[in-house]
Structure formats: C-alpha cells, structure tokens
C-alpha cells in the first residue's frame, strides 16, 4: 500500500522560508517522477515543482528561483525548499507520485498516489 505522508507546513510572515517534506512508504521514490502541487481557495490545484528518475528538475514559472525539489533517495523522502514566500504562496500544498520514470508535462490526472496535503500561510 503506498502512503505519502507531508509534513513542515506553517505559517510565515512574506519573505519567509519553509521546508515540506513527505515520506514516502509502499513506494520508491527514486525511481519514478515525483511532484508538488498546490490548491490555494477557490482555485484549481497546480503544479509547482516535479523531479523525475533522472532527478531532472522543473518548476512552474511562479516558483522558478524561489523554491527547490529534491528527493533523498536513502530516506525515500521528497523535499520542498520554499524561499522568499509570497502571500500568494498561501495553499494546501500536496506531494504527488507517479508510476512512470519521467515527468515531462505531467497534469495531475497523471499521479497516481497523493498525500493528505500540508497547508502553508503566507502573511503579508
């Protein structure tokens, strides 16, 4: 059974900084693409950050230089490091796997396991 498990939302003040995590059991993170997204209220949820096999990397437009993705592949554990939150930041964000090595234009439908969701506030 796969479980995802996030965890280091928060809130914080613009400007701030914050470190989610989400673990990942029944699943082997380093072999398959893995993703971030987020769904602030009222919105559509969107991708932020993916990592595939290859540990290739790619950002949507809104995050590029501020967040990072990375995958400790000893502890099967998949990273967000988010720098210089803006409010607009604010959303429950969700860690995300797929069952394919890449993910290249990967849309949510293509994910097949998600986790529970970290929310994350971002004050002005």
């Known amino acids: 059974q796969v479980r995802l498990v996030e965890s280091g939302g928060g809130s914080v003040q613009a400007g701030g900084s914050l470190r989610l995590s989400c673990a990942a059991s029944?699943?082997?993170?380093?072999?398959?693409?893995m993703g971030w997204f987020r769904q602030a209220p009222g919105k559509e949820r969107e991708g932020v950050a993916f990592?595939?096999?290859?540990?290739?990397?790619g950002y949507a437009g809104f995050v590029k230089g501020r967040f990072t993705i990375s995958r400790d592949n000893a502890e099967n554990t998949l990273y967000l490091e988010m720098n210089s939150l803006k409010p607009e930041d604010t959303a429950m964000y969700y860690c995300?796997?797929?069952?394919?090595?890449?993910?290249?234009?990967?849309?949510?439908?293509?994910?097949?396991?998600w986790g529970q969701g970290t929310r994350v506030t971002v004050s002005s």
């Open positions: 995300a796997a797929r069952l394919y090595l890449f993910c290249g234009g990967a849309q949510s439908a293509d994910f097949s396991y």
């Open positions: 029944g699943y082997t993170a380093s072999g398959n693409c």
């Open positions: 990592i595939d096999s290859n540990d290739a990397t």
